[in-house]
């Protein structure tokens, strides 16, 4: 059973930078992985930020950016908003299959 | 743009099968670069992604569910559906649906870029 792991919670002050990371029980993750992020609010579906590693959607805020880091897919967000107090969860593909990350909640303090 | 929109009964009995549909509008289902997926969420927690379908009719699920899961595809109504058999509590969750990417420029790229607001399902007598 592949297991994909993320810090369960965060702080940051606004205007601070922050990096969230998503780990494989089966290894490096590698771009190989596609690595995704999503933002999600309470009570709202979840919103893609970034796919393939780094790729950023068109509505992805310039603030977030996607990396390898390490052995793990990141997410930095820099010059942290109030408004970017959520959860985040990264996926992975794995071939056929996709396995999410157990997420993040981030809060702006 | 393109919209999906999540639909089925709010509330099903212990070992009965939940059903639900996903109505794609503002895009085709046979558009050859997506698949479709179902991606649920218990209350508090995490996601999870339960499988998804080509408009071929090609399938793929979490072997977790893989026993109770089948995804199917009306290219007709430009739709897809979820049905997930012998239901128990702990299937209670906000059931989401997805488009889920897969093409190429260059490089490849996977991504769900698209989602349902959802819909919550609970599982009770």
């Known amino acids: 059973q592949t297991v994909v792991t993320q810090e369960p919670s965060l702080t940051v002050s606004p205007g601070g930078t922050v990096t969230l990371t998503c780990a494989s029980s089966?290894?490096?993750?590698?771009?190989?992985?596609?690595p995704n992020w999503f933002q999600q609010k309470p009570g709202q579906a979840p919103r893609a930020l970034i796919y393939?590693?780094?790729n950023k959607h068109s509505w992805t805020p310039a603030r977030f950016s996607g990396s390898l880091l390490g052995g793990k897919a990141a997410l930095t967000l820099s010059g942290v908003q109030p408004e970017d107090e959520a959860e985040y969860y990264c996926?992975?593909?794995?071939?056929?299959?996709?396995?999410f990350g157990g997420g993040t909640k981030l809060t702006v303090l | 743009q393109v919209q999906l929109q999540e639909s089925g009964p709010g509330l099903v009995k212990p070992s009965e099968t939940l059903s639900l549909t996903c109505t794609v509008s503002?895009?085709?289902?046979?558009?050859?670069?997506?698949?479709w997926s179902w991606i649920r969420q218990p209350p508090g927690k995490g996601l999870e992604w339960i499988g998804y379908?080509?408009?071929?009719?090609?399938?793929n699920y979490n072997p977790s569910l893989k026993s109770r899961v089948t995804i199917s595809v009306d290219t007709s109504k430009n739709q897809f559906s979820l049905k997930l058999s012998s239901v128990t509590a702990a299937d209670t969750a906000v059931y989401y649906c997805?488009?889920?990417?897969?093409?190429?420029?260059?490089?490849?790229?996977?991504?769900?870029?698209?989602w349902g607001k959802g819909t919550t399902v609970t599982v009770s007598s």
């Open positions: 997805a488009r889920d990417y897969r093409g190429y420029s260059g490089t490849r790229h996977y991504y769900m870029d698209v």
């Open positions: 503002g895009g085709s289902v046979s558009s050859g670069s997506y698949y």
């Open positions: 379908i080509y408009y071929s009719g090609s399938t």
């Open positions: 089966t290894g490096a993750v590698t771009s190989g992985y596609y």
């Open positions: 393939s590693t780094s």
């Open positions: 996926l992975l593909y794995y071939g056929g299959a996709r396995i």
